[in-house]
C-alpha cells in the first residue's frame, strides 16, 4: 500500500511539475504572437526582421517543448476520462494555430494583414483552450471579458475618428495632403484592430508580465497613429468645426485606450485578480463609463447593461453573505441596506437601457 501511495504521490507531483513549465510555454507563445503582430504593424520596409526572427524562435521554441510536456501529462492523466485525448486535441489545434500565423507572416507569402490578425487571435483562443483542459485557465473571466469590451471601444472610437478624418479629407484642397490625411487613418484603423488582435491573444495569459507588456506596446502604436492623424487633419485644412470634430474623436481614443492600460495595470498592481468587492466595483464604473459612451447605440448598451447586472449581483450577494456573517448587527443591516439600493439602481438602469432599444427599433 505504502508503495502505491509513495507512486500516486510521485504521479501528482509529476503532473503538477507539467502543468506549470507547459503554462509558462504557454505564456510565451501568446507572448512572442503578440510581439510579431506589433513588430510587422508598419511598413515592411521598416520592419525589425531580426527582433521578428527572435520572437519566432521563442515561438517555435516553446512550442515544441509545451508538445513534449503535453504528450507526458496526457500520458500521466489518461486514467481520467477523457482528458488525455482532450489534451492532445487542444495542443494539435494550438499547433496548427502557430503554423498558420507563421505562413502568414512571411514576407513572401505577401499575405492581407488581416489574415496575420485572424492567425494571431486563433492562437489566443487555442492557447486559452489548451489552459482550461489542463485546468490552468485564468480564474478572472470577467476580467477577460472587460478586457475584450475595453478593447472593442478603443476600435470603435477609432472608427469614428477616422469617419471624422475623411471628412477633412473630403474638404482638402491639396491632393498630396488629402492623401496623407486617408493614409494616417488607414493606419489609425489598422493600429486599432491590432490591438484587439493582441488582445485576443494575450487575454488568456494576461497574468504574465510578458503578456501584459506586448498589451501596453499595441496601446502606444495605437497612441502614435491618432497623434500622426491628428497632425495630418491640421495640415490639411482650416476648418475649425471639422478639426474641432477630429479633435474629440481623438480624446475619446486616448480615454479609451487609458481605460484599456488602466485596467491591465490594476490586475499587473495587485499580482492576482482583484478582491471580490474590488473587483465587482471595478466592472460597475468600467460599465457604467461604456454605456455613457455608447448612447446612440442601443444594442450594446443593453449588452452592457447584462455585463453590469452581472457584476452588480456578485457585488450584491458578497455584501449579504457578509451581512450575514457579520457579528455586528448595525454593520449587518447597513450592508443589507446598501446591498438593495445597489440591487434597485441596477434594475432601474439595465430596464432603462430596454426602454431606450424599444424606441430605437421603432423608429428604424
Not at 471624422?164 to 488629402?178: I, P, R, W
Not at 497623434?227 to 485644412?237: G, H, M, R
Request: net charge negative; aromatic share 2%.
Amino acid at each position: 500500500r505504502n508503495t502505491s501511495s509513495a507512486s500516486r504521490v510521485w504521479v501528482q507531483n509529476k503532473v503538477d511539475e507539467s502543468k506549470h513549465e507547459i503554462h509558462s510555454q504557454v505564456d510565451a507563445i501568446t507572448a512572442g504572437t503578440a510581439s510579431v503582430v506589433n513588430l510587422t504593424a508598419g511598413d515592411p520596409t521598416d520592419t525589425d526582421y531580426t527582433a521578428v526572427g527572435c520572437a519566432i524562435t521563442t515561438i517555435s521554441s516553446n512550442l515544441t517543448e509545451m508538445s513534449r510536456g503535453v504528450k507526458l501529462l496526457a500520458a500521466l492523466v489518461e486514467d481520467q476520462v477523457g482528458s488525455g485525448q482532450n489534451l492532445m486535441g487542444a495542443a494539435r489545434t494550438l499547433t496548427g494555430a502557430v503554423s498558420d500565423l507563421l505562413r502568414s507572416v512571411e514576407p513572401a507569402a505577401g499575405e492581407p494583414r488581416q489574415t496575420v490578425l485572424t492567425a494571431a487571435g486563433s492562437i489566443g483562443q487555442a492557447s486559452g483552450d489548451l489552459l482550461r483542459h489542463m485546468g490552468e485557465g485564468e480564474t478572472d473571466e470577467r476580467f477577460q471579458d472587460i478586457l475584450m469590451s475595453l478593447a472593442k471601444a478603443v476600435a470603435n472610437a477609432a472608427a469614428m475618428m477616422v469617419l471624422k478624418a475623411k471628412n477633412v479629407a473630403q474638404v482638402a484642397e491639396d491632393t498630396v495632403l488629402q492623401n496623407r490625411v486617408i493614409a494616417a487613418a488607414t493606419r489609425c484603423a489598422l493600429s486599432t484592430s491590432q490591438l484587439v488582435a493582441c488582445t485576443k491573444v494575450v487575454s488568456p495569459t494576461i497574468s504574465s508580465p510578458v503578456c501584459q507588456e506586448q498589451l501596453v506596446e499595441a496601446g502606444k502604436l495605437v497612441d502614435r497613429s491618432v497623434e500622426s492623424c491628428v497632425k495630418a487633419c491640421l495640415a490639411a485644412t482650416d476648418e475649425g468645426e471639422l478639426l474641432k470634430q477630429v479633435g474629440a474623436a481623438a480624446n475619446t481614443v486616448s480615454q479609451a485606450l487609458s481605460d484599456l492600460l488602466q485596467h491591465v495595470r490594476h490586475y499587473a498592481s495587485c499580482g492576482e485578480p482583484i478582491g471580490r468587492y474590488d473587483q465587482a466595483t471595478d466592472t460597475i464604473m468600467t460599465v457604467t463609463e461604456s454605456i455613457f459612451t455608447s448612447m446612440g447605440d442601443a444594442g450594446e448598451m443593453v449588452r452592457q447593461a447584462r455585463v453590469l447586472a452581472q457584476a452588480t449581483s456578485d457585488l450584491v450577494n458578497a455584501m449579504r453573505s457578509d451581512a450575514e456573517a457579520e457579528v455586528d448587527v448595525d454593520n449587518s443591516k447597513k450592508l443589507l441596506a446598501a446591498a438593495k439600493l445597489l440591487a434597485d439602481a441596477t434594475a432601474r438602469m439595465v430596464e432603462a437601457a430596454k426602454v431606450l432599444r424599444r424606441t430605437t427599433t421603432r423608429k428604424d
